[in-house]
């Protein structure tokens, strides 16, 4: 499977090349772009709805890690395969 490069523009510029990005994300882009790493364009959604990404971090520890039938490690498991099934890199 090829897929497109982590650092592949998401075809939303405005949420991409926001000048108004705010919180621990839009800190984590700018560190990566300073050293020349590739960033993660979720990372880019993340920055530019900050209040909205706390939510889902929360939703998804509380899914991932929480109480249930299946271990963590299998949890994340399903998930990457789940992913990788999607051509997705997340």
Known sequence: MI???I????LLPQVENNPDAKGAYADVILAARKS???VSQ???LFAFAPEAAEHLERFTEA??????PLSPGLRELIA???????HCMF
């Open 36 to 38: 020349g790493s590739p």
């Open 7 to 10: 650092s592949a523009p998401m």
């Open 63 to 68: 899914i991932m890690r929480g109480p249930g």
């Open 3 to 5: 897929f497109p490069p």
């Open 42 to 44: 979720i990372w880019n």
């Open 80 to 86: 990457a395969y789940t992913s990788v099934r999607n």
